[in-house]
């Protein structure tokens, strides 16, 4: 079931806005829809299911969060424990950018930057669990926190007219494949293509089904740093066996000049994640995909989750461009 808050409670994600994109649509050569999660009160989808969890956790009386975070599930947790009155402690990687500490702070969270990647951060958030007995807010691996997510596909149904023939959305730690999975089941649309875009360098997903089990990466290289888990959930590779789930990898570079040609294109500021699920309808991936056989042609309409712009601004777009030799 997706995540239904209590009666007289709402829920601390919108209904985001699914529009069409004509820009897109040119570029994939087929309908194009947005799911905007960019415009959640946080910036991400991640409110959704984290929100839901530390709503589940507050009725149990916990007295304190922790959340390990790249930024935007720390911001969900953040946001969601200001509205519960719950204090929040967000264990941070070194690569996490100032502005997204000081939206935490502002929200009133305590931030410790812990390691280089995230799951340094996550055996830290881990140990405080053990020795202050705090609540841990997973940012990925929950049933709880894919419940939450399960939302976004309802609003989906709810909205289109038909069902889309494909959903493509950026993985990290697969806790929104696992959100959208579950949501597709919910509302009867199982057998929907699911295609799963990574970065190489934060493609623990794609290695995991390459292999056939679990594979954690030497390091996370991409400069997608909230794609950064060295280990996608076990849950992910599941979703992979049970729907139809196509991994797909793209370069830094194209993540990069996707982020551009959307703030171009839409006029909306994305981060690299979200770049990596647009640059496979803005590079040709798709018709791609068509001529292997692996999605039908044609298509009648595909959607794709623009799942956040909460760790972005104008100059760390141009400074990822000048490190990637971008002009």
């Not at 055996?123 to 709880?144: C, M, N, Q, Y």
Request: aromatic share 4%; hydrophobic share 45%; glycine share 10%.
């Amino acid at each position: 079931m997706a995540a239904q808050p209590s009666r007289g409670q709402k829920p601390f994600h919108i209904v985001s806005p699914v529009l069409e994109s004509l820009p897109l649509s040119r570029a994939a050569g087929t309908k194009v829809y947005m799911k905007l999660e960019n415009v959640q009160p946080t910036g991400s989808f991640k409110i959704r299911g984290i929100g839901h969890l530390c709503r589940e956790a507050a009725k149990k009386g916990c007295s304190h969060f922790v959340c390990s975070s790249g930024g935007s599930a720390g911001l969900a947790a953040a946001y969601a424990g200001q509205k519960l009155g719950v204090p929040v402690t967000v264990v941070v990687p070194s690569s996490t950018g100032p502005d997204t500490v000081r939206r935490l702070q502002e929200m009133g969270a305590e931030v410790e930057v812990s390691g280089q990647v995230w799951d340094d951060a996550n055996r830290r958030a881990l140990e405080l669990v053990e020795t202050k007995g705090w609540v841990s807010i997973p940012p990925f691996d929950h049933p709880l926190v894919w419940q939450g997510h399960a939302s976004l596909v309802q609003e989906l149904k709810d909205a289109l007219d038909t069902k889309p023939d494909a959903i493509v959305l950026a993985v990290g730690g697969g806790g929104l494949l696992a959100g959208v999975v579950a949501g597709l089941r919910q509302v009867g649309w199982q057998d929907t293509p699911i295609i799963a875009v990574e970065t190489w360098g934060a493609h623990s997903f794609h290695a995991a089904l390459e292999a056939g089990r679990l594979i954690t990466l030497p390091d996370i290289t991409s400069v997608a740093k909230c794609l950064g888990a060295k280990t996608v959930a076990a849950r992910a590779l599941e979703c992979a066996r049970e729907c139809q789930v196509i991994s797909q990898v793209v370069e830094d570079a194209d993540a990069v000049r996707a982020v551009e040609q959307f703030l171009e294109d839409e006029r909306m500021l994305v981060q690299p994640a979200c770049g990596a699920a647009l640059a496979l309808l803005y590079t040709g991936r798709l018709q791609r995909l068509q001529r292997e056989g692996r999605l039908r042609a044609p298509l009648g309409s595909v959607v794709v989750v623009v799942c956040g712009g909460s760790s972005i601004r104008p100059a760390q777009l141009r400074a990822l461009k000048d490190q990637l030799g971008l002009e």
